[in-house]
């Protein structure tokens, strides 16, 4: 079956940094492009981050541009999501998800989801 299980969420002050993990399993993890969204209270999930199979082609969100860095280890089944240069506002539970259909920022685009893991930026 597939399973997706993100990790490394956290409580951090603003300023500091964060590395998320997601860990899959079920599937040939190089076949599909993965990505991250987050979604904070009374919103709807955003999309944050995604790359291609390889890692070679990556898509950010304006929001997070230049702070983030979403990576990928074929070998170890695993995409990463570096966020440094927190602040408030990226306030959220962080999901991974498997692509599957065109459209990087489109939550459709995505048919496996993990459980999220919380990451709160305090000011």
């Known amino acids: 079956q597939v399973q997706l299980v993100e990790s490394g969420g956290g409580l951090v002050q603003t300023g500091g940094s964060l590395r998320l993990s997601c860990a899959a399993s079920?599937?040939?993890?190089?076949?599909?492009?993965m990505g991250w969204f987050r979604q904070a209270p009374g919103k709807e999930r955003e999309f944050v981050a995604a790359l291609s199979e390889s890692g070679v082609m990556t898509y950010y969100a304006d929001s997070v541009k230049g702070r983030f860095t979403i990576s990928r280890d074929n070998g170890k089944n695993t995409v990463y999501l570096q966020m440094n240069t927190l602040k408030p506002e990226d306030t959220a539970v962080y999901y991974c998800a498997r692509k599957v259909s065109t459209g990087y920022t489109k939550t459709g685009s995505y048919d496996y989801w993990g459980q999220g893991t919380q990451v709160t930026v305090s000011s």
């Open positions: 079920g599937f040939t993890f190089n076949s599909y492009p």
